[in-house]
């Protein structure tokens, strides 16, 4: 089998998926699942439906519509807000987009009028992470201009912690965004049927909470994949914290000194020998590299330890373990190690998947016969956007 290869338990998705639904459901809550992190894998995207989220989100106008394209009827949300350059795109394949700017609404109508249809909006509110969000004190008014816009329709608002700042979800943010849903549906004279108080980073207050307010849909991405929570990275009880496993190969494994020898200047990636020689170690490389993924995500084998790692090369010291050239060793990986792994070319994508018995499917990059533009990741699912 090739390697490196990232491999992607698909019950294990379903599972935490199912498992977090029915856990919001008791609260009124529901859940949109995000599949960014895995490049808009149709595979994946399938696992959360099965576990019972109501739509998918992604913050890549492309990897919607590979899963578009894919035949996924439910709706869709561009969980980023859209690019001027993109609204037409927008349209086409998103049924909902998180907006915050004037002038992206303001072009996301023109083109939804164009095109006979109505584009669905949440605005996102600012309420302290500082990445995207309109300030507290102007979404009344931009809710207002949005229902003003043939073509577009206000749906709900939202907001998003924890990603930028590390701002906690609490229960004072998430008042705020209730009274906020009101004060919106007073000026606007109707009901706003979504209140998107945010990802994975809200589920402590979520579950916890004796009280929701308006909220009533969370969009849950690393939860789901690596049944962890994003504020202090604990795994969440209940869920499969392995359905992503990054296998790589073996290509050195000798015995070496710890200490370097000759001047020493900078490493390329900065590894620092230890202060005191430890004698020598059974030292192996990988084929593994920064290229592939972020070093600090990846988790080794137990009694193996990471000793740095440059663009195509990891360095282990692999003390009693019997380690020999051409073996594979398996890695876990955090958020940021996922993200790297997943949009890795060089990393095959193999989804298992015994729910339905069929075989393992390897993710094939594009041939060259395939449509071009929309997936430069390479993954397939052919999907065009024109
Ligand atoms: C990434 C993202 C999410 C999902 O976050 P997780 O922590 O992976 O659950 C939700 N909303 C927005 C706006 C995002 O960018």
New binding site residues.
């Given amino acids: 089998m090739t390697a490196p290869r990232l491999e992607i338990n698909l019950d294990a998705i379903a599972h935490n998926a199912r498992t977090l639904v029915d856990r919001l459901a008791t609260k009124g809550i529901r859940v ?1 699942g ?1 599949t ?2 895995s490049l808009g894998s149709p595979g994946v995207a399938k696992a959360m439906l099965d576990g019972g989220v109501v739509g998918l ?1 992604d ?1 890549r106008v492309e990897n919607l519509a590979v899963l578009r394209a894919d035949g996924v009827a439910e709706p869709l949300t561009l ?2 807000s859209p690019m001027l350059s993109q609204v037409d795109e927008v349209v086409r394949v998103a049924d909902v987009s ?1 907006n915050t700017e004037a002038v992206v609404l303001d072009a996301l109508a023109t083109v939804a009028a164009h095109r006979r249809t109505t584009h669905a909006v949440i605005l ?1 509110v600012e309420l302290g992470d500082l ?2 969000g309109v300030a507290v004190d102007e979404v009344v008014e931009l809710a207002r201009t949005v229902d003003r816009l043939a073509g577009l329709r206000l749906v709900g608002l ?1 907001t ?1 912690l ?2 930028h700042s590390g701002v906690v979800p609490d229960q004072q943010k998430m008042d705020e965004l209730s009274r906020l849903v009101e004060q919106a549906e007073t000026a606007c004279g109707h009901v706003l049927p979504v209140v ?1 108080g ?4 809200n589920l402590d207050w979520a579950l916890t909470t004796n009280d929701v307010g308006r909220v009533d849909e ?8 690596l049944g962890t929570e ?1 504020l202090y990275r604990r795994p969440i009880d209940g869920l499969q914290t392995d359905a992503f496993t990054l296998v790589a190969e073996v290509i050195e494994a000798t015995r070496k000194p710890t200490q370097p020898w000759g001047e020493i200047a900078q490493a390329a990636f900065g590894h620092q020998p230890p202060a005191h020689s430890r004698g020598s170690i059974r030292q192996v490389v990988v084929a593994l590299g920064r290229q592939d993924v972020d070093p600090d995500g990846i988790t080794a084998p137990s009694g193996i330890r990471k000793l740095g790692m440059s663009s195509d090369h990891l360095v282990l010291d692999v003390g009693d373990s019997a380690v020999s050239v051409g073996d594979e060793l398996s890695f876990q990986l955090d ?1 940021s190690a996922l993200v790297r792994a997943m949009t890795s070319p060089f990393a095959t994508k193999i989804e298992r998947d015994s729910r339905y018995q069929r075989p393992d499917v390897t993710v094939e990059p594009l041939s060259e016969s395939d449509e071009p533009l929309v997936n430069p990741t390479g993954l397939r699912g052919g999907a065009a956007v024109r």
């Fill in positions: 949109t995000v960014k992190a989100g913050s969980i980023r998180l996102m990445r995207e939202g998003n924890a990603c998107s945010g990802n994975s980073a969370l969009r849950l991405g690393e939860s789901i994949l994003p958020y």
